[in-house]
């Protein structure tokens, strides 16, 4: 009797290819469907489509749907897209991502095999399209990318490609999975040459791209003031993104109701309009002059807040593991195993629970845990221990200054994971 396969081993077992003409009539059929839905409009700086030979492409990752942004105006060009090793776990996504020859990253932690099938696909005169921040954006801007981007777009020695997706953020925030459809633009340019990559370090190549990639789709908007489908509750969720009072200073006091945030206790807030310009009630009223100005001001106090010897944020958890023999159904990102607590201070993260039924724990130290994944919206995160995926859900909304703290922890104790050094 053979021995029953695993998810695990069943995607670790493929060996990817350039994709087929599938990925062309997916295309064709999104051209149709969602361009005029999302009113998306592109530029070509340089047309780079009709190059032959392999190359790597790179974008900003504003939404959950820049692969239609990025991959649509490429075509009849086929591109082997690289997406988190977890959503080939989803049952609505796994069978696409198998026709499309999607290749599978664990995020924020190492993972030969997806070099190992992107240097594959490259030897097969393929394309592959990678967004080095590693997750959609939280805020609405860019987060550096991720620890390793440098070294591996030198080891290639291949030309690189961009995007740069403005309008994607307002179009499919991260604090509410509704869609706003209003206006997306997509620029498209040579980003380096083989001879320039020689003679940069991983490190200068990393700056590069940070700041060629950078977008502020908030910023953005104030000039352009685009007008975006938020509906009657388009603040729905934003408390989970800005949790601090600019006012009274104080955390997880911001409420959101219709188009208004809020805060409970000083009664701080303003109305969202439809071009996400956030107006205060009144005059007595502390409203940064956009939402990513208010999440960096939020950024500074728990940047302060982590200097402290003793700090400590507990949270009592649901662990979320992917299953072994199946495949999430309904859209789920884990399935709920166990409980306990999960505590971050100066040393790292620490769960203490159960698992399976079981006793479980694990530590994982600052130095080796930059960030977070999350795979919808901030009701929940998740990382790797060891190469296994755990999810966290808290009973409580901390999900982002979980991940504040863990990033800003994570760069005091000299973490490699920094900061941007431009101004931005």
Known sequence: MSERITVAQKIKGRKITPPGGIYNLLGGVWRAFMYKKYNVHYEFKKDFRKEKGPYIMISNHASRLDYIFTGVPMLPVRMNYVAGYNEFHRSHLAGVFQ??????KKNFTPDSYAIREISRVLHKEGKVMIFPEGMSSISGANQPVAIGTGKFIKHFKLPVYY????????????????????????????????????????????????????????????????????????????????????????????????????????????????????????????IPETQTAWFQMQREVIREEVTAEDFSLTARVKLGILPEYYLLKNQATSEITGEGTLTLNRAGLTYDGTKGGAPFSFHLDSVDLPTYGMCTDLSRFYTFYQGEFYEFYPSERVVEKFFLATEEIHRLNGGRWQDFKFEK
């Open 99 to 104: 026709l499309l020859h999607v290749i599978p």
């Open 163 to 286: 995007s740069v997706i403005k309008g994607g953020y307002l179009t499919s925030p991260k604090y509410n999975l509704r869609d706003r459809c209003g206006r997306i633009e997509v620029t498209f340019d040579q980003l380096f040459t083989p001879e320039q990559l020689s003679k940069l370090s991983p490190e200068e190549i990393e700056d590069i791209i940070n700041k060629a990639i950078y977008h502020d789709d908030y910023a953005w908007n104030k000039q352009m003031k685009y007008h975006y489908d938020i509906g009657e509750n388009g603040a729905e969720d934003l408390e989970d993104l800005l949790f601090w009072c600019p006012k009274c200073k104080k955390q997880h006091v911001m409420k959101t109701k219709g188009n208004t945030i809020f805060c409970t206790a000083c009664g701080n807030g303003a109305t969202l309009t439809d071009t996400y310009e956030l107006i205060p009630f009144d005059d007595s009223c502390v």
